[in-house]
């Protein structure tokens, strides 16, 4: 396990959010640690850097990885702002449209790299 993780969740809505603030090791990495159940279509995924200080690395990347070892954001967790918020849409296809929204059911690690020492951030997950 690398990295730590605190686990915010709103679960009294239509939409339901998971936050994961998240503190990195010295080796700049999150791993080994996994979220709360989560069950539904991924909405959107928010990347928020930490403030400054603890702001990690510009281009730091993030992958969500579901049960099976895929990344439930598809890629897009990929080369994020140290300094603006961010969000994003995962979608995934069938071989003829990319429209579709990721399906999750369990537990989800998220995998933190290239954020450098004691750096952090909250990616909330909102789904339904």
Request: net charge negative.
């Amino acid at each position: 396990m690398a990295g730590s993780i605190t686990f915010t969740e709103s679960r009294s809505r239509t939409v339901q959010s998971v936050s994961m603030l998240w503190v990195s090791s010295a080796a700049g990495a999150v791993s080994g640690i996994a979220s709360p159940q989560i069950s539904g279509e991924i909405l959107r995924a928010v990347f928020s850097p930490g403030a400054a200080g603890l702001q990690p690395t510009d281009l730091y990347d993030v992958t969500l990885l579901d049960e099976d070892g895929f990344d439930v954001l598809a890629g897009k967790g990929a080369n994020r702002s140290n300094v603006n918020k961010e969000q994003v849409t995962p979608l995934t296809g069938d071989g003829v449209t990319t429209n579709q929204r990721i399906s999750v059911d369990g537990t989800l690690e998220l995998q933190v790299a290239n954020a450098g020492n004691a750096k952090s951030g909250t990616l909330t997950i909102y789904f339904r």
